[in-house]
């Protein structure tokens, strides 16, 4: 974008090369109207989504796609649990919970070990480092038959609380990633400070390290709840009717007949809501989460 | 910023955080060891109790058989079509959604690196399909983009048929005619935007004062994208190949809900969890997933090498 700049003055000062500068300019606006396509392309599955959560089924059921078709709250009526009797709100409440839930659990364990890794290193802290890493290359698939076992086995099978520690573990090696990178850009000075006035670790790390990478802690808690929020796979196995959380409830979905478009996109844009409100507040450290802190 | 860097400590000071005592060191410790026992019982037991399960004859439907089994698992992984194919359609998969998301990513973030109306806006528009819960996409372009009757695509179709007064638009059954495909479909539209999001972030970090010496060096769009900004770009594309690659080999939601496994678009993550609930085969179930966790680690060895020359640059700075 840089190289565009003075492009653009040339045109400005020097009228002598009009003729290519036009066709330039055009290429810009062409290559500009492009973008927007693409963009309004990739966001047409999601504002289609959003409407058709609005309109009656039978409206959302037409072909061609009724756009203007009158607005109503019918499809949220019905998935809040209308005529079928059906209700989301325990399976919301589980998801919130296991998100909300592992996600304190993951900040609470992973300040202490990026302090570990970072302001005053273990030995060997890249090794450590690796191995988080690791932890995460390996599918979960292959883990969830053991766990599952070991779930029915203590009787933890359909409970809340066994899926929070298993998101805990999910994503504690992407937040100790993450925190780490954000720890490592504070300048080591005001580490200094701190450990000459013979603060404590837990002092040095509530009073100093805490509001320093506030911003940091944020945007980490709030990927981490977008993994667990998402995860459908571990939930399927480890819960059924008490603690099933919200992407379980979606998978009712799955052989539906009749009907129902109206109130499957009212269920599945309830459903993403949380995500993208966490998902656009933490757009700005998004790339660093994803890449786990490797990219800035 | 700068009275900080100016107390900043002197490099002598690093030799000697090395020479540390035992029980200096142990304080060090302190504060990692309860992330990563946890992790160690959560991730690391798991593996190796499935590992000894692989070995093991063990069945929920038949408990009297119970016992070590040898090779048998892995025999019948390796011989079971279903489950060959279970393979390849995870590789198929993968390297489809991961090339044509890197190459659509690569496209849309150079689009993006320009200054031009509305451009944050258009970001935000971009980054959202990955912020669609992976179920919830898979439903949405199960029931309303690709249904045959009132689904989006065939409503375009019928749409733009309709303009030119034509009432007998043809209407494709999108997933049963191409059910690998419609996941495909599925997971690109869903992946791009982590791809171009990284790739992005890769274009800006180019150094602007070597692509400014380039143009005024006189070099054109096309000899700067592909003598500098590719080779720039090399280290970000693969990076984003194999994280990709990490999280697409999983994929259980798509496959679950658009087909459910039928038609033959069954991978490993469905075959697995299949075999673990439909046949309580819990032996080979564990068999499976050691194929899975030794092909990913021939990915994640690349990924950790390239994730450490990346943070070795980070280092170097």
Not at chain 2, 159 to 188: C, H, K, M, R, Y
Request: glycine fraction near 6%; charged fraction near 10%.
């Amino acid at each position: 974008m840089t190289t565009t700049a003075p492009a653009g003055t040339m045109t400005a000062t020097r009228p002598a090369p009009s003729k290519p500068a036009s066709k330039n300019q055009l290429g810009k606006s062409a290559l500009t109207v492009l973008t927007w396509l693409i963009g309004l392309l990739f966001i047409t599955p999601v504002l289609y989504m959003v409407l058709t959560s609005f309109h009656s089924e039978i409206d959302a059921a037409s072909n061609p796609p009724d756009i203007f078709a009158p607005l109503t709250l019918d499809g949220y009526r019905a998935f809040f649990g209308g005529e079928s009797g059906a209700n989301p709100w325990p399976s919301l409440i589980n998801s919130a919970w296991a998100s909300v839930g592992s996600t304190i659990l993951v900040i609470v364990l992973a300040i202490p070990a990026a302090y570990a890794l970072s302001v005053k290193p273990v030995r060997k802290w890249t090794d450590v480092m690796f191995f988080f890493l690791t932890t995460k290359m390996l599918p979960a698939v292959a883990g969830l038959m053991p766990i599952y076992l070991i779930a029915a086995g203590i009787g933890l099978l359909d409970n809340i609380w066994f899926l929070m520690i298993i998101y805990t573990a999910m994503n504690l090696p992407i937040a100790i990633w993450m925190l780490r990178s954000f720890l490592a850009d504070v300048p080591p000075a005001l580490f200094e400070a701190a450990s000459i006035d013979g603060a404590n670790l837990v002092q040095t790390l509530r009073r100093i390290i805490m509001p320093i990478i506030s911003p940091g802690i944020a945007a980490t808690a709030l990927i981490c709840f977008i993994f667990a929020w998402n995860e459908l796979l571990f939930a399927k196995v480890l819960t059924g009717v008490v603690a099933q959380t919200a992407p379980v409830y979606l998978t009712g979905f799955v052989t539906s007949q009749g009907l129902f478009l109206a109130q499957l996109c009212a269920a599945t844009t309830v459903v993403c809501l949380p995500v993208l409100i966490a998902g656009f507040a933490a757009q700005d450290k998004l790339v660093q989460g994803l890449s786990l802190g490797a990219v800035k | 910023m700068s009275t900080t860097t100016a107390i900043a400590p002197p490099p002598a000071h690093v030799p000697n955080q090395l020479e540390l005592t035992p029980k200096q060191a142990w304080i060090r410790r302190i504060p990692l060891l309860p992330a990563l026992v946890f992790t160690i019982i959560l991730t690391q037991l798991p593996f190796v109790a499935t590992l000894v399960i692989s070995f093991m004859n063990w069945n929920a439907y038949r408990p009297d058989l119970k016992g070590f089994a040898g090779l048998s698992n892995y025999v019948k992984v390796f011989t079971d079509p279903d489950l060959l194919r279970a393979v390849w359609v995870t590789i198929l998969m993968t390297v489809t959604v991961v090339l044509v998301s890197l190459v659509l990513g690569l496209c849309i973030a150079l689009l993006l690196n320009r200054v031009f109306l509305g451009r944050g806006l258009v970001r935000t528009m971009m980054i959202t399909p990955f912020l669609i819960v992976p179920v919830a996409a898979a439903l949405l372009f199960k029931h309303a983009i690709y249904n045959p009757i009132f689904g989006l695509l065939n409503g375009v179709i019928t749409w733009v048929w309709g303009i030119f007064g034509s009432d007998n638009a043809p209407q494709v059954d999108w997933i049963t005619q191409f059910p690998l495909g419609s996941i495909e479909v599925t997971l690109i539209w869903q992946w791009t935007p982590f791809m171009t999001l990284i790739l992005l972030a890769g274009l800006q970090s180019r150094p602007a004062e070597v692509l400014e010496a380039a143009a005024v060096d006189g070099a054109n769009p096309w000899q700067m994208f592909t003598h500098m900004t590719l080779p720039h770009m090399r280290q970000y594309l693969e990076l984003a190949g194999l994280l990709g690659a990490i999280y697409v080999v999983q994929t259980f939601d798509a496959v679950y809900t658009i087909t459910s496994g039928a038609l033959g678009t069954a991978n490993l993550p469905f075959t697995i969890y299949q075999t673990l609930f439909t046949a309580q085969d819990y032996g080979l179930a564990s068999a499976q997933g050691v194929i899975v966790v030794l092909g990913s680690i021939l990915i994640a060895t690349f990924a950790v090498k390239n994730v450490s020359s990346l943070l070795a640059k980070d280092d170097g700075k």
